[in-house]
Nanobody, 121 residues
Framework: QVQLVQSGGGLVQAGGSLRLSCAAS????????MGWYRQAPGKQRELVAA???????NYADSVKGRFTISRDNAKNTVYLQMNSLKPEDTAVYYC???????????????WGQGTQVTVSS
């Protein structure tokens, strides 16, 4: 069984920084893309940033230049460094991993439990 466990998040003033972590554990053969999504109240979940197994990245326009996604393949962990936070970044953040639980198996998507990020003005 695969689990994605998130840590980090919390309350910060505008202009501050936070770092999110997400560690995948369990039956994992390989991990392809990993990413971070967020969902604000009354809004759809949206992609914030993603990183491939080869470390290629892409970002939502709203966070470019402020957020940095990275991963440690040895630890099956993805990070999101968030700088210059704005009140509009307030949301529940979810990590996602597309991975193969075993050799020859299908690639499935897994989600972390979500963590609240609140940016006060």
């Amino acid at each position: 069984q695969v689990q994605l466990v998130q840590s980090g998040g919390g309350l910060v003033q505008a202009g501050g920084s936070l770092r999110l972590s997400c560690a995948a554990s369990g039956s994992i053969f390989s991990i392809n893309a990993m990413g971070w999504y967020r969902q604000a109240p009354g809004k759809q979940r949206e992609l914030v940033a993603a990183i491939t197994s080869g470390a290629s990245t892409n970002y939502a326009d709203s966070v470019k230049g402020r957020f940095t996604i990275s991963r440690d393949n040895a630890k099956n962990t993805v990070y999101l460094q968030m700088n210059s936070l704005k009140p509009e970044d307030t949301a529940v953040y979810y990590c996602n991993a597309n991975l193969n639980p075993f050799a020859g198996g299908a690639t499935n998507g897994y989600w972390g439990q979500g963590t609240q990020v609140t940016v006060s003005s």
